[in-house]
């Protein structure tokens, strides 16, 4: 049972334009949700997160937007930047535990 | 920022020997550290729940003889690949939970099972 779902494998941008990576998930009670980008080999590195309790959340070029009422989650990176491409993992959480997404993998080019 | 070492990095080893993966948080106590296993191109799964000084705890259909997990120390923690197997050929990484109870990944171990 896949609780958090990231339908698009795959995601083709061109530089400085917006990427729009989606996630949607089935359990109501996640408090937290996370986004991490991971490149091949290494461990996944924090981007951004937003609590339940809120329906956006912006750092710089990363926003994350909350539907709670659709269950779905997305992240804007803008501008799109080469540096981008990379893996996108969503994830959820409620206490301690982490659920991630299948994850999207992102490639900007010039 | 806090950081977690794994080590090693990358391993091959003969189908029936066992694995040494250690996770260590250097600069923060990690009551609790958290294994997860990923298989090329799926997610990254939760495999246990490590809390200093007491039994890990399991997900589902993770087998706790076969993946053993020690969390000795508030800042180290090892998962042991017991027979290993080449099914069991994965990217093993660890996350360590800070006191302000973010979590900060280690780098991964790639475990290569001949």
């Known amino acids: 049972d896949q609780q958090v779902k990231q339908n698009s494998p795959s995601l083709s941008v061109q530089e400085g334009r917006i990427s729009i990576l989606n996630c949607d998930y089935t359990n109501s009670m996640f408090d937290y949700f996370l986004w991490y980008k991971k490149y091949p080999a290494e461990g996944p590195t924090f981007l951004i997160s937003i609590s339940s309790i809120k329906d956006k959340n912006e750092d710089g070029r990363f926003t994350v937007f909350l539907n709670k009422s659709a269950k779905h989650l997305s992240l804007h990176i803008v501008p799109s930047q080469p540096g981008d491409s990379a893996v996108y993992f969503c994830?959820?959480?409620?206490?301690?535990?982490?659920?991630f997404g299948t994850g999207t993998r992102l490639q900007v080019f010039p | 920022g806090a950081v977690v070492s794994q080590h090693p990095s990358w391993v091959i080893c003969k189908s029936g020997t066992s694995v040494k993966i250690e996770c260590r948080s250097l600069?923060?106590?990690?009551?609790?550290m958290f294994w997860y296993r990923q298989f090329p191109k799926q997610s990254l799964m939760l495999m246990a729940t490590?809390?200093?000084?007491?039994?890990?705890?399991?997900e589902q259909g993770v087998e706790k003889d076969k993946f053993l997990i020690n969390h000795a120390s508030l800042t180290l923690s090892t998962l042991t690949v017991t027979s290993a197997h080449p099914e069991d050929s994965s990217f093993y990484i660890c996350?360590?939970?800070?006191?302000?109870?973010?979590?900060?990944f280690g780098p991964g171990t790639r475990l290569t099972v001949l």
């Open positions: 600069d923060f106590q990690a009551t609790t």
């Open positions: 490590s809390n200093e000084g007491s039994k890990a705890t399991y």
């Open positions: 994830a959820a959480s409620r206490g301690d535990k982490l659920i």
């Open positions: 996350s360590a939970r800070a006191p302000d109870g973010f979590g900060f």
